[in-house]
């Protein structure tokens, strides 16, 4: 599946057992963007997809975050919190990553084996 998105705003919808649940997303496709990512951010509101990505650090960020990595089809391959100043190990299938504030994907229903959706705006 090609996906192309271009860095903006749009929606993440987690497909869990406890139906759809859509979430505020930035989309961050641009090497300059992913480079960014939540970098200087005390907060974030919704979530991040970097496209693509396969691993991320949290060196320089000021908050733990949570970190899901998604495969080709969306499908969630795991979720990590990172605290600040950490390297992730790069996930062999992912393709596309989520970050979001520490602890919250959880009560979106994200979790490994989910599907999510994104919807561009």
Do not use: C
């Amino acid at each position: 599946m090609g996906r192309r998105w271009r860095d903006g705003r749009g929606t993440l919808v987690v497909h869990g057992e406890r139906g759809d649940v859509s979430v505020p997303l930035e989309l961050a496709s641009s090497y300059r963007a992913r480079t960014k990512g939540l970098l200087g951010r005390d907060f974030v509101d919704g979530a991040m997809l970097l496209t693509p990505a396969s691993g991320v650090h949290t060196f320089r960020m000021r908050i733990p975050i949570d970190v899901a990595y998604l495969d080709r089809k969306l499908n969630v391959i795991a979720v990590r919190t990172m605290q600040p100043g950490r390297m992730g190990l790069p996930r062999l299938r992912s393709r596309h990553v989520v970050e979001a504030g520490a602890r919250v994907m959880a009560g979106w229903g994200l979790r490994a084996g989910v599907r999510v959706s994104v919807g561009a705006e």
